[in-house]
């Protein structure tokens, strides 16, 4: 078959087919597990005598392309849920006899393996039809990891042997290059290196610490946020970190979201629970007055901190932790607004991606999921005006099915940062459900009561996901506006320190942020740290710079800028960070 009409999942499923025979050559007593393909190649699961070393993966590559050469063909086998149990049971394949099983109770009554030369697995394949179809396809065996059977801690670590695939040389190439690109990016490492937060597990796993950078760069955003905020009608409130367990009743959260939620705890003989979620306190102070048709859209906006539950095996740097901080806002609107409020808040949210540097995406709306609350009919008129917003937008967007939250559908937007990876920040969602909870309700131009609709919304989601992104997108390097120190004043020796501090007072006095490294250290090497730091510019002062009243500019990435005058470095500085 010619490759360029063969589906690449289709390629990966077939190779990670040849990894199980390749493995179970070399250990004829391996136990299989599963084999799936993935975004970038595909995985198998194996029960094996030995641990796996790293030293293994070139042999078992030179196994597969040797398998690859015979020109196998894959036969598909169907065979009854008994005797494929009885087969497997005899062969001593326990995890597939167990996975038989699952098929059994579920009803089926026949199951497919596929045969390879001398290699039989259980799997729906599809295959290609030949190794003679895999010879020209560029796979690599990437890594080793650990994976528990059927993902629960439960049971058995099974080795979980990873590789990559792609249709030719190039894509592999590209993806490696891409891949090196990104472990520079690393916001872990990053963050440390440069200052910008810490996590250390005396406070707990995926609860970070904000060093004095980090702080001004979570600062930076926020206020700038905030500004366009109270731009747009905003009004900014503040809730606490826990409530009373009655609200997460009424919010149906303890129904719905249970397992994210920290335990409970008792003050004053009442239950209380720390907050998953900002939206029970906003709509309790909508609550606190009676409203007027006039006095819709009331727009609530909060930086709010949450907690939620993650298992220790997903957490990841400052992209997924268990404290955080949102953006958050809820729009309290009539119905005949909705439209307009959900079109204003999809701009709005382009708006300030596009000025942290972000100009691709990538929009989903995501449908009723399969847990939810509230009437169908209620769930179609939100997922409408979700979608008549897009449209009237002219916003390419993709349908994502059953990924809305419990109480509504939702409009998801993901950046792309500077190597094309997605990355989820906005979400916009229609929420007819907490409204009717809560009871809340507004006088209509009739004297009569009426009930609201709530759009839940935040632009970049978490600051902490965000900043994490932001860190990679721009590798550290962050724009003017947005580096916690943007220059930095390097005296040549220590006479020329008092220099340094008057430049340094100068800028300051422009709200400048800058620091000075004065330590007795050659200039190269306070280049040199300054470079590994990312700071934006780097003005270096001796006697010639004194004599003249000004500073040699440097520029990270540039190099040398000649002399520059005070006056017009600070306007250089200040007219960067629009």
Known sequence: ???????????????????????????????????????????????LPRTLIPEDLPLLEEKMRKLIAKN?????????????????????????????????????????????????????????????????VAF?????????????????????????????????????????????????????????????EMVGAGLPLWLPKGAILRDLIRNYIKEELLNAGYQ?????????????????????????????????????????MNCPFHLTIYKNKVRSYRDLPIRYAEFGTVYRYEKSGVLHGLLRVRGFTQDDAHIFCRADQAGEEIKKTVSFAIKVLRHFGFNN?????????????????????ATKSLEKALKDENLKYEIDPGEGVFYGPKIDIKVKDILGRPWQCTTVQVDFNLPERFDLEYVN???????????????????????????????GAFPVWLAP?????????????????????????????VEIDNRNESIS???RDAELQKIPYMLVVGDKEKESQKVSLRKYGEGDKGQIEIAELIKKINDRAC
Not at 157 to 179: C, T, V
């Open 140 to 200: 690599k065996l990437d890594r080793i990891a650990g994976a528990y059977w059927k993902g629960d801690e439960k049971n058995k670590m099974l080795q979980r042997i990873y590789g990559l695939a792609f249709k030719d040389k190039a894509e592999l190439d590209k993806y490696l290059k891409n891949r090196e690109e990104a472990e520079m990016r690393d916001h872990r490492k990053l963050g440390e290196a440069l200052g910008l937060f810490t996590i250390d």
């Open 445 to 475: 131009e009739k004297g009569e009561k009426e009930r609201p609709i709530m759009i839940h919304r935040a632009l970049v989601g978490s600051l902490e996901r965000f900043i994490g992104v932001l860190i990679e997108h721009y590798g």
């Open 72 to 136: 196998l063909r894959f036969e598909k086998q169907e065979l009854p849920v008994k005797e494929a149990e009885e087969k497997l049971k005899k062969s001593d394949e326990i995890y597939k006899a167990e996975l038989v099983e699952d098929l059994k109770k579920a009803g089926e009554q026949k199951v497919i393996l596929y045969k390879c030369g001398d290699f039989v697995d259980l799997c729906q394949g599809p295959h290609v039809e030949s190794t003679a179809d895999l010879k020209d």
């Open 1 to 47: 078959m010619e490759k360029e009409k063969l589906d690449i999942e289709t390629i990966r499923h077939s190779l990670s087919h040849i990894l199980a025979a390749a493995v179970t050559e070399m250990f004829p007593d391996a136990k299989l597990g599963v084999g799936p393909a993935i975004e970038t190649g595909f995985y198998y699961d194996f029960d």
């Open 361 to 381: 995406f990538d929009i989903y709306l995501s449908t009723k999921p399969e847990k939810a609350v509230g009437d169908e009919d209620k769930w179609e008129l």
């Open 525 to 527: 090497r306070k280049i």
């Open 236 to 276: 900014m409130v503040e809730t606490p970190h826990i409530a009373r367990s009655e609200v997460w009743k009424v919010s149906g959260h303890l129904e719905f979201y249970k397992e994210n939620m920290y335990s409970s705890f008792k003050a004053d003989e009442q239950e209380f629970l720390v907050k998953p």
């Open 485 to 513: 120190v943007q220059a930095i004043v390097l005296p040549i020796s220590e006479g020329h320190n008092a220099y340094a501090e008057k430049i340094a007072d100068d800028l300051r006095a422009k709200n400048i942020r």
